[in-house]
């Protein structure tokens, strides 16, 4: 296990129309998949208030557990109905600074 988290950032626009169907498919997958899969720490989903886009920040133990998360089956067949909502980006990195009051 790394010291620091691997983070994932995935960024989706979406039609303002679309975003609340895309936002309840993020949060049953999160519930049913994302959740159960080994390495993961913690996910964020985060609604734009104009409706066009949503970002998924996410934590997981190692790179190898985020391959591991977008080659589980239950994730690639999910796939095709996020893309179907919205158009995706994705990064991952280290968290290089953190501030909070």
Not at 80 to 99: C, F, K, N, Y
Request: glycine residues 2%.
């Amino acid at each position: 296990m790394s010291a620091q988290p691997v983070v994932l950032v995935n960024l989706l626009k979406v039609e303002p129309a679309r975003q609340e169907v895309l936002l309840a498919l993020l949060k049953q997958n999160t519930d049913t998949v994302i959740r159960t899969l080994h390495g993961w720490k913690a996910t964020r989903l985060i609604a734009a208030h104009d409706g066009t886009c949503v970002v998924i920040y996410s934590e997981w133990e190692s790179a190898a557990d985020v391959e591991a998360m977008r080659n589980d089956p239950r994730m690639r067949a999910c796939f095709p109905r996020i893309v179907e909502l919205a158009s995706l980006d994705s990064m991952t990195g280290s968290t290089v600074l953190s501030e909070a009051r």
